[in-house]
T-cell receptor
Framework: AQSVTQLDSQVPVFEEAPVELRCNYSSSVSVYLFWYVQYPNQGLQLLLKYLSGSTLVKGINGFEAEFNKSQTSFHLRKPSVHISDTAEYFCAVSDIYAGGTSYGKLTFGQGTILTVHP | DTEVTQTPKHLVMGMTNKKSLKCEQHMGHRAMYWYKQKAKKPPELMFVYSYEKLSINESVPSRFSPECPNSSLLNLHLHALQPEDSALYLC???????????????FGPGTRLLVL
C-alpha cells in the first residue's frame, strides 16, 4: 500500500516570495504523481502530474515540481506567489501494477494550506 | 467544457431519511468517482465506475449505494446515515478507464452533507 506525506500542514508566505511545498511518498510499486489545488468551497483542480520522462514538470499558474526517485519526493515550487495562490494543496499518487495497469485510485497526502500575505 | 456538476450543493438529512446525490459530466468521460472529504482532511476514494460498471468499492458501508445509469450521470443513494457521515462528497471523472491511473481527474464542487 502506498502513502503520501506532506511535511508542512501550513505554509505562510508573503506575496512575490518563492515557495516550496514538500511531498514524500512510499510505495512498493512504481507510481504516478500529482499535485491538486483546492480553493475554498470548491473541488480539486490539477496543477501538474509526473508520469515518466523529464523529472522537472511544469504546470498551470507558474507552478513546477521535481520528481526525485532516490528520495521518493515530489516537491512543488513557485518562484513568486500571488494572493490568489492562497489555497490548500494536495500531493497524490496512483500505483502502477504489473503490465502498466493503474486503476485510478488516488491516495492523497494530508494537504498543505498555503496562505499568501500582502 | 471541463465541468463536473453536482447537486445539491448542500444537504441536511436525518438518520432515517433517504436522499440522493447527483453528479453529471458531458465531457464523454467513461470513468467516474465518488470521494468523501471530512473537514480538514484529504479526499478518500469511495467508488470507481468504469464504462458504467462498478470497478472499485473501497469497503464502503452499504448505507451508501452508488449508481451509474448512463455514461454522463452518477448517483450516490444515501440511507440510514450516521452523524459521522457528515462530509463533503466529491464527484470526479476522467476520460479513459484503461488509463485511469495516469489521467487527470476533473472534480465537481461537491455536496456538503450534514447528518443530524
Amino acid at each position: 500500500a502506498q502513502s503520501v506525506t506532506q511535511l508542512d500542514s501550513q505554509v505562510p508566505v508573503f506575496e512575490e516570495a518563492p515557495v516550496e511545498l514538500r511531498c514524500n511518498y512510499s510505495s512498493s510499486v512504481s507510481v504516478y504523481l500529482f499535485w491538486y489545488v483546492q480553493y475554498p468551497n470548491q473541488g480539486l483542480q490539477l496543477l501538474l502530474k509526473y508520469l515518466s520522462g523529464s523529472t522537472l514538470v511544469k504546470g498551470i499558474n507558474g507552478f513546477e515540481a521535481e520528481f526525485n526517485k532516490s528520495q521518493t519526493s515530489f516537491h512543488l515550487r513557485k518562484p513568486s506567489v500571488h494572493i490568489s495562490d492562497t489555497a490548500e494543496y494536495f500531493c497524490a499518487v496512483s500505483d502502477i501494477y504489473a503490465g502498466g495497469t493503474s486503476y485510478g485510485k488516488l491516495t492523497f497526502g494530508q494537504g498543505t494550506i498555503l496562505t499568501v500575505h500582502p | 467544457d471541463t465541468e463536473v456538476t453536482q447537486t445539491p450543493k448542500h444537504l441536511v438529512m436525518g438518520m432515517t431519511n433517504k436522499k440522493s446525490l447527483k453528479c453529471e459530466q458531458h465531457m464523454g468521460h467513461r470513468a467516474m468517482y465518488w470521494y468523501k472529504q471530512k473537514a480538514k482532511k484529504p479526499p478518500e476514494l469511495m467508488f470507481v465506475y468504469s464504462y458504467e460498471k462498478l470497478s472499485i468499492n473501497e469497503s464502503v458501508p452499504s448505507r451508501f449505494s452508488p449508481e451509474c445509469p448512463n455514461s454522463s450521470l452518477l448517483n450516490l443513494h444515501l440511507h440510514a446515515l450516521q452523524p459521522e457521515d457528515s462530509a463533503l462528497y466529491l464527484c470526479a471523472s476522467s476520460q479513459d478507464p484503461s488509463l485511469a491511473g495516469q489521467e487527470t481527474q476533473y472534480f465537481g464542487p461537491g455536496t456538503r452533507l450534514l447528518v443530524l
